[in-house]
C-alpha cells in the first residue's frame, strides 16, 4: 500500500517510538493519522487528531474503531517493560505486561480488522521486539510478552490474507528512547526503525529485522540453547 494518502492509527503515540511514527507518516504523505494515547493528550491539528485509548480496555479499543472508521494502517506500538523475572517477580506485573504487550495488539486486531477490510485490505505494523527471540534476567516478562506477540502476528497475518491486509512485524534491539535510557549499548535512532517499518509497508515485506543484532539473534534460532546464548553474551 502507499502511504501517502492514506489514514493511519498508531497506539503509544505520545512518545518514543509512537510519536515517531506519527511524524514519519505526515512527513511520507499520510492524510490524517489517529495518535492515540492512554492520556489522550497528544497535541492535535495538522492532520493529527489525538485518541484515548488504553488497549487493555476493549471498551476504548472499540470506541477507537467506530471513531477512525476510514483507517488504511494500524500500528500496533503500545507496549511496556516492567523489568519483571517469571519465577520471583510480582505476578500481577507479569499479567500487566501480557494484557499490554499481547492482549493489547489483539484487541486493537479484532476491531479494526472490519474496518482495514472495508477500505480494500491495508495494512497493520506490529512493533514486536528481538526479545521475542532470546531473554535475559529481568525481562523474562517482557520477552514471554514479546513472544507471544511474535506468534500473534504470524497468526493474524494468516487469518487476514483472505481480506488482503498485509501484516508487518517489526524486530529490533535497543531503540533510543524513554525504555532504553541508562542502557549502554549501541541504539537504533527511533526514525532508523520507524522508516523501516513503513519502508516494509510500502514493499509488502512480512518482517523487519532493523538491526545487527537482531538479525544475528533470529539467525541462531536454530542453535542449541547453550550455545546460542554463549554466542548472544559471550562465557
Known sequence: ??????????????RGIGADFVQRLLARGALRVYAASRGGDVAGGDGVVPVRLDVTDPSQVAAAAELASDVDLVVNNAGISTGTRLVTGDLDQVRREMETNFFGPLHVVRAFAPVLAARGGGAVVDVVSALSWFTAPGAGAYAASKA??????????????EQGTLVVGVHM???????????????????ELTDAALDAVESGTLEVLADDWTRAVKAGLSLDPAERYRRLFGG
Open 148 to 161: 507471544a506477540a511474535w506468534s500473534l502476528t504470524d497468526s493474524v497475518r494468516q487469518e487476514l490474507a
Open 173 to 191: 534491539g535497543l531503540v533510543d528512547t524513554d525504555m532504553a535510557a541508562g542502557m549502554d549499548a549501541p541504539k537504533l535512532r527511533p526514525a
Open 1 to 14: 500500500m502507499h502511504i501517502e494518502g492514506a489514514t493511519a492509527l498508531v497506539t503509544g503515540a505520545n
